[in-house]
Structure formats: structure tokens, C-alpha cells
């Protein structure tokens, strides 16, 4: 049996930590190719908030009817098959956070660079991703303990950032109101597709569900922490977006579409702040945000392999991966993840595993939110907590993210169909372990 060593505050410091993190500071680069409008922009980080949130009250519903590990991979295999688990759960274990923190781990390089020219992006996330993840194999509690410290500092310096901006002013003059072409820009598949963008910067909201199991108090600790987490992500992000484009020129935060850099992430933060701050400044604040992904990349390292460590556990050629110590930390899925997100940080594009990751965590966490009306139907209302907005709140949910994905569908097809395949093959692999093994592949 699992301690539960995971306090309150620890856990919506993991929900904040996997949510601040590489697309706030990389996101409005990708956004201002289509968009000119403030107002459009502010109504993409708007939009994404209260879908998030909208998400969040109804996974705080499942986690806390349903307090074990595993996020995605424990709910829908108990609310629909043990191969839909297994699916979301492999997606999960092998892209779902290593490429996360490859993400992650390339725009901490990226600011890194900015701050200092002869740093390597790639080398400096490399190095980034290994320290952190012996952290978290050596010792848990020492890792929770860092996890709070560095997302103490990463609200404190967001706040600074972006109270400095408000004293700075709209030197650029920029107006937010609703402009003669908002309309047209909101009803557009580009708003839908960056919605992706803003929906993977969101994206973590759900993360103190992959370590339920580990959560003191769940059935109060679990549904206050994804709520009250997201909500504060929430506010921080259209004040820090608000901030970004008041303070400096649109087209120096635009990613550049033609030359060695076309489509990587742009350090948007950096440009903001040395228009804030001045030169010096500027560079100060890259460092900052180093930082503050370097709290991103600890909360997926941690959550990850929560995923891991069950799942393939129950597959006797993945077994060593579910190897555990004494104190329940799983190592071998802590060094498994690391591995795969060095592998995705030396050998893809930043967009493409933007597009990619967008694409199949928007599908599963569709499926997951439907699977709190499906829960209903099958057990009726729970005892405890319940979904805000019930049944509006799924509703709303599921028909903007089928929304964003018809979109994807339809003009990133190759990284959807990829994006497909990846799930596809977690089906393959739950058949064929369970007919090789003759032992149910299934969450008990």
C-alpha cells in the first residue's frame, strides 16, 4: 500500500508547476502569425482558461470517485474498457510527458542562449532533464520539497513581471477592446488551431490526478487542487499574455517563418522584458524564466511516471519498468522517461511536437471528461464531490475540444495521423500482451 506523502499545498504546486511552463513564454510567438488583434489573442488565452477549467471540475468528479494513480489510463479503463485505459496510458508513457519535457527542456534552452550566446539549447536541456530527474530518483520527498520551492519562486517572479509591466504601461498602444474584424478572426480554423498552442500551455491542470494514490485527504485534497490550481494559471496567463503585447512591438515576438530558425520557439519573454527593464534586464529575466522552467520540467518528471509504473507492470516483458523502491518510487520508469524525452529533444521539431502532443492529449481528455456522464449513468451521482455546472460544464467541453481536433484533423493531418498511430499501437500492445500472456491486462 502507497504512502500518502502528498500534502495540499505540494499538490497544487505540481498542478501550477505542469501548467506554467513552455507555452505561456513560447505560445503568443505561434498566435501572432495569424493574429493581429489583441483583443483575439486575449480571447484565445481566455477561452482556453475556462476550458481548462471546465475540464478541471470534472476530472476533480473522477479523481475523487476513483483516488488511485494513473490518471487517464485509471479512469477509462474504469468507466469504459481496460483497453481505452491502456491506450491513453501508453500515449501517456511514451509521449504524453517525455515530450513535454522536451518541450519544456528546449525553450529552457532557447532562453538560455538568449542570456548567454554560447550556450547550446539543446545541451543546456539535456543537462537540465538528467539533474532533475536524479532529484526524483534519489529521494521523494526531497523532490517535493524542490517541486515547491521552485513553484513558490515561479508565481513570485510571474507577479513581479507582470505587476512591472502594468507600471511600465501600454507603451505600445495597443487597444484590447473588440475590433471591427474580431469576429472574423475568432470564427477562422487558425483561432481553433491556436487553441492548441493555448490548450498545451493549459495543459497540467490534471496533474495531481496522476498521483491520487499518493494524495493526503483525496476525496477534499484532490478536486480543491485542480480547481483552485487551475484558476490561478488561469489569471496569470492573461495578465502575463496582456503584459507581453502592451510592452513590445508584435512583429520582434512573431516566430520568424523563413531561415535556420524558422518555426522554433521564440523567447517572447526575453523581448518583453527588454523593453520592461532595458538590455541588462532583458537578459536578467530570460535567466528567471530558466528558472521557472526548470519547475515544469520537475512536476512531469514526477507525475510521468505515476503512469508508467502501474501499467506496464501488469505486462510481464514491461516488468522491470515497474520497479519500485522500498518507498514506492519508481525508478526504472523515472530513467524509462528520461531516455525518451533526450531521444524527442535531439531528433524533432518544436512544432511538430506542439501539433503532435495537441493533438492526442486534447483526444483523451475528451474521453475522459465524457466519462463523468457516462459514470453517472452507470453509478449515479456521487456522494461527495461534485462536477460544477453538471451536465453543461462536460458538455461544453467536449464539443469546443471536438472542435479544435476537426481542425487539426483538417489542416495538420500528418501530425494527427501520427498522433493516431501512437494510440493505436497501445491497443496493438494491450492485445497482444494480453493473448501472449493469458493474464488480463486490466486495471483491478
Known amino acids: 500500500m502507497k504512502h500518502r506523502r502528498i500534502d495540499f499545498s505540494a499538490a497544487v504546486s505540481l498542478v501550477v508547476a505542469n501548467m506554467v511552463g513552455t507555452g505561456v513564454f513560447t505560445g503568443l510567438g505561434f498566435q501572432l502569425l495569424d493574429h493581429s488583434q489583441a483583443f483575439t489573442i486575449m480571447a484565445l488565452w481566455f477561452i482556453g482558461g475556462i476550458m481548462a477549467l471546465l475540464g478541471a471540475v470534472c476530472y476533480a468528479e473522477l479523481a475523487t470517485r476513483l483516488p488511485q494513480d494513473g490518471g487517464e489510463y485509471h479512469f477509462l479503463s474504469k468507466v ?24 519544456a527542456a528546449a525553450s529552457l534552452g532557447t532562453y538560455a542562449h538568449g542570456v548567454f550566446d554560447s550556450l547550446e539549447p539543446a545541451s543546456v536541456g539535456t543537462v537540465v532533464i538528467l539533474g532533475i530527474a536524479a532529484i526524483h530518483a534519489t529521494n521523494l520527498s526531497a ?7 521552485f513553484t513558490l519562486i515561479k508565481i513570485l517572479l510571474i507577479a513581479v ?66 480547481i483552485w490550481g487551475t484558476l490561478l494559471v488561469m489569471l496569470l496567463y492573461v495578465s502575463l499574455n496582456a503584459v507581453f503585447i502592451a510592452s513590445a512591438p508584435m512583429p ?13 520557439p521564440k523567447d517572447v519573454g526575453i ?6 527593464f532595458g538590455t541588462w534586464g532583458g537578459k536578467v529575466m530570460g535567466g528567471v524564466i530558466c528558472l521557472l522552467l526548470v519547475s515544469t520540467i520537475s512536476a512531469m518528471i514526477i507525475a510521468g511516471p505515476r503512469v508508467i509504473q502501474p501499467m506496464f507492470g501488469k505486462i510481464s516483458a514491461l516488468k522491470p519498468l515497474s520497479v519500485t523502491t522500498e518507498k514506492g518510487n519508481p525508478v526504472a520508469a523515472i530513467v524509462f522517461q528520461t531516455l525518451l524525452a533526450l531521444i524527442i529533444l535531439w531528433t524533432a521539431s ?43 460544464s462536460p458538455i461544453i467541453f467536449i464539443a469546443a475540444n471536438l472542435w479544435v481536433c476537426y481542425s ?35 486495471y483491478e
Do not use: C
Open 80 to 103: 469504459y474498457h481496460p483497453a481505452l485505459g491502456f491506450m491513453a496510458g501508453f500515449v501517456s508513457a511514451t509521449v504524453g510527458f517525455s515530450a513535454p519535457i522536451a518541450l
Open 143 to 149: 523532490g517535493m520539497q524542490f517541486q515547491k520551492i
Open 161 to 226: 513581471f507582470v505587476i512591472a509591466g502594468i507600471f511600465h504601461g501600454n507603451t505600445q498602444g495597443i487597444s484590447f477592446a473588440f475590433g471591427e474584424n474580431s469576429s472574423a478572426e475568432i470564427m477562422t480554423a487558425g483561432f481553433a488551431l491556436n487553441l492548441v498552442y493555448v490548450s498545451y500551455a493549459y495543459s497540467g491542470w490534471n496533474a495531481s490526478t496522476y498521483l491520487a494514490g499518493e494524495i493526503q485527504q483525496p476525496e477534499k485534497n484532490i478536486n480543491r487542487s485542480i
Open 252 to 264: 520582434e515576438m512573431m516566430v520568424e517563418t523563413e531561415g535556420p530558425l524558422k518555426f522554433q
Open 271 to 276: 523581448v518583453s522584458a527588454g523593453y520592461i
Open 350 to 392: 518544436f512544432e511538430d511536437i506542439m501539433q503532435y502532443i495537441g493533438f492526442t492529449l486534447t483526444l483523451f481528455t475528451t474521453l475522459t471528461v465524457a466519462g463523468v456522464i457516462v459514470y453517472r449513468i452507470k453509478y449515479g451521482k456521487p456522494e461527495g464531490y461534485r462536477a460544477l455546472g453538471y451536465p453543461f
Open 408 to 442: 487539426q484533423v483538417t489542416d495538420k493531418t500528418t501530425q494527427s495521423i501520427i498522433g493516431l498511430a501512437t494510440a493505436l499501437a497501445g491497443v496493438m500492445l494491450y492485445f497482444i500482451s494480453t493473448d501472449k500472456n493469458n493474464a488480463q491486462v486490466s
